[in-house]
């Protein structure tokens, strides 16, 4: 069974990144660890050092933890392996980059509510965590029904990576993914369906077929970043290369509501 690290605040984006992880456990079973890192930094610091700070630290952690294991009951009815949350001070970035890398996470998931704002999602990818993952990241942007099924997006290039990523964490998952294949240009209003480029198509058919399993619906569209955005929106997952920020597929993806898996490029 694969292992998953969530980090958890006590705020309305971790609580919709629980459920839909709670959830989404039902469709490919993990187990799922609870991280949650205390701003030390939000606090009233105490004067002084030493033995007043340690406790002054402790107890900022203890009540980090009760207001952490709250929340996770609160959710008990939808998620049956969230246990014991980690509760662990330090700078945000570094100490979930440390967890991932010492315990060897198969993926990661935060809460990350969708805006309007393509430059909140671009800071988040421009991120320590984001660009140095050893792992793929479920961002959670808002919570949807698990039926509406996944996409696989991506340029011809990305597609031999993200089916790797697939079939290392999705691959127990009944449904048949969707693909949808972009071009993008630097204008046009609307996105172009084009005829799916058989060489393309047929590498990816035979990637899937390696693994038992056959593509959905298989899309090529043309057009802006801001034209292709209405082809995702509407699934329950979009499985995404991790993008570099202000890139079209960045500026695409910062307009879709779904949550989205992003998959690091393996390092060479």
């Given at each position: 069974m694969?292992n998953?690290?969530?980090?958890?605040?006590?705020?309305?984006?971790?609580?919709?990144a629980?459920?839909?992880?709670?959830?989404?456990?039902?469709?490919?079973r993990?187990?799922?660890?609870?991280?949650?890192?205390?701003?030390?930094?939000?606090?009233?610091h105490?004067?002084?050092?030493g033995?007043?700070h340690?406790t002054?630290?402790?107890?900022?952690?203890?009540?980090?933890?009760?207001?952490i294991?709250?929340?996770?009951?609160?959710e008990?009815?939808?998620c049956?392996?969230?246990?014991?949350p980690?509760?662990?001070?330090?700078?945000?970035?570094?100490?979930i980059?440390?967890?991932?890398?010492?315990?060897?996470?198969?993926?990661?998931i935060?809460?990350?509510?969708?805006?309007?704002?393509?430059?909140?999602f671009?800071k988040?990818?421009d991120?320590?965590?984001?660009?140095?993952?050893?792992?793929?990241?479920?961002?959670?942007?808002?919570?949807?029904d698990?039926?509406?099924?996944?996409?696989?997006?991506?340029?011809?290039d990305?597609?031999s990576?993200?089916l790797y990523?697939?079939?290392?964490?999705?691959?127990?998952m009944?449904?048949?993914?969707?693909?949808?294949?972009?071009?993008?240009?630097?204008?046009g209003?609307?996105?172009?369906?084009l005829?799916?480029?058989r060489?393309l198509i047929?590498?990816?058919?035979?990637?899937?077929?390696?693994?038992?399993?056959?593509?959905?619906?298989?899309?090529?569209?043309?057009?802006?970043?801001?034209g292709?955005?209405?082809?995702?929106?509407?699934?329950?997952l979009?499985?995404?290369?991790?993008?570099?920020?202000?890139?079209?597929m960045?500026?695409?993806?910062?307009r879709?509501?779904?949550?989205?898996?992003?998959?690091?490029e393996?390092?060479?």
């Amino acid at each position: 069974m694969q292992n998953v690290l969530i980090a958890l605040e006590t705020d309305l984006a971790s609580s919709i990144a629980l459920r839909y992880a709670c959830r989404f456990e039902k469709l490919i079973r993990f187990n799922m660890q609870v991280v949650h890192i205390p701003d030390l930094d939000e606090q009233n610091h105490p004067p002084g050092g030493g033995w007043v700070h340690r406790t002054w630290e402790n107890a900022v952690v203890q009540q980090s933890g009760r207001e952490i294991r709250k929340l996770i009951r609160e959710e008990r009815g939808y998620c049956y392996s969230a246990g014991e949350p980690k509760i662990i001070p330090g700078e945000k970035d570094q100490v979930i980059l440390e967890e991932l890398r010492k315990k060897r996470y198969d993926f990661f998931i935060e809460g990350f509510l969708h805006s309007f704002e393509p430059d909140r999602f671009f800071k988040k990818l421009d991120s320590d965590l984001y660009r140095h993952l050893p792992c793929p990241a479920l961002m959670v942007k808002n919570m949807v029904d698990p039926d509406r099924g996944i996409q696989i997006v991506g340029t011809p290039d990305t597609f031999s990576f993200e089916l790797y990523w697939f079939f290392k964490i999705l691959s127990g998952m009944v449904a048949e993914p969707d693909i949808l294949v972009c071009r993008f240009k630097t204008s046009g209003d609307k996105a172009t369906l084009l005829e799916n480029d058989r060489d393309l198509i047929s590498g990816i058919e035979t990637g899937m077929l390696k693994y038992g399993k056959a593509a959905g619906r298989i899309r090529t569209a043309e057009g802006s970043s801001d034209g292709l955005a209405a082809l995702v929106r509407d699934h329950a997952l979009l499985v995404s290369p991790l993008p570099e920020s202000g890139s079209p597929m960045a500026h695409m993806l910062s307009r879709s509501p779904c949550p989205i898996l992003f998959c690091p490029e393996p390092k060479k």
